[in-house]
């Protein structure tokens, strides 16, 4: 099993150290998050939790600084289903960091039963698309001030599935757990033009709690198959090859899978939706940024 296991999932790693960076990971409390930031601040970062469950997210870094000597992590508030939330973590940040030099995207939600945020968007598409939207646009004067600097992505293989509802975002109309995920990982894909170094990671079958709501077939599936899955730590690879390699060497909008650049759907590199959800998610939070 273990031989079989090793063939289907890569390993990776690198000595690449990063003292004096600072990174702020969202959803850092559980999960490949917790490993990512884990991860950086072993190589020297400063790390900074982005959590909505702050009691989750202050026992994560306690977690962190026992297992990593000397490691500079700290838990903030974040809630990506509140824009309030998002704007008072992003006036934390300049009130308290002179630099940001990463920011990776990473939380989520998965398949949840229809649910809206706080501003009244669908759940996933609030959350995996507009959160993490919303917070880079607050943030992407500071992360060009400390430039080179670069953004990262969570999308998923279900990307290949998705397609942008702009008819329906409210889904109000014909709402599916896995369609509406599928739309959300495909626009993080199409979410990588920034004027900074930006990039989508596809972890892969990762076993985690993100896999809370689906439905008990589909648990039960996965917990036959979890041996061939990706532990989180094994699910951080690529979030972290792509923080911590020559930037000659990626390419900026690319979409990375197993530690190296992959193809994403052909839905996921067309411009002119990309170009389109980027006008419908500025009208939607009442933004410019162009």
């Not at 289907?8 to 930031?37: C, F, Y």
């Not at 900074?48 to 202050?58: F, P, Q, S, T």
């Not at 993490?132 to 969570?154: E, G």
Request: aromatic residues 8%; charged residues 20%; positive net charge.
């Amino acid at each position: 099993m273990q031989a079989l296991r090793s063939q289907l999932i890569p390993q990776w790693s690198s000595d690449v150290r990063l003292e004096g960076k600072t990174a702020i990971v969202t959803g850092a409390n559980v999960g490949i998050g917790k490993e990512t930031a884990k991860d950086l601040a072993g190589r020297g970062a400063r790390v900074i939790l982005a959590c909505r469950d702050m009691a989750r997210g202050e026992q994560a870094a306690r977690d962190i600084m026992r297992e990593v000597k000397g490691a500079k992590v700290v838990a903030r508030h974040l809630d990506l289903a509140d824009t309030k939330s998002i704007c008072l973590f992003a006036e934390n940040i300049y009130n308290n960091e002179k630099t940001l030099h990463f920011l990776i995207n990473n939380a989520g939600v998965a398949m949840c039963p229809f649910a809206t945020t706080v501003d009244g968007y669908e759940m996933q598409f609030g959350v995996n698309h507009l959160g993490h939207f919303f917070l880079t646009f607050l943030l992407l004067d500071l992360l060009k001030h400390s430039a080179p600097s670069r953004v990262i992505n969570l999308s998923s293989v279900a990307h290949n599935m998705g397609k942008i509802q702009f008819d329906d975002l409210s889904g109000d109309r014909a709402y599916h757990p896995v369609r509406a995920y599928a739309q959300s990982k495909l626009a993080n894909v199409l979410f990588t033009t920034l004027g900074v170094m930006a990039y989508s990671v596809d972890p892969g079958m990762v076993n985690t709690e993100i896999t809370r709501h689906l439905g008990r077939p589909l648990v039960a599936i996965t917990k036959t198959i979890g041996f061939l899955m990706k532990t989180p730590a094994e699910g951080a690879y690529t979030s972290i090859y792509c923080t911590v390699t020559p930037e000659s060497q990626l390419l900026t909008g690319g979409y990375y899978k197993d530690c190296a650049g992959a193809e994403s759907s052909r839905a996921g590199q067309d411009d002119g939706t990309a170009l389109k959800l980027w006008a419908v998610s500025c009208h939607m939070l009442g933004i410019r940024w162009r």
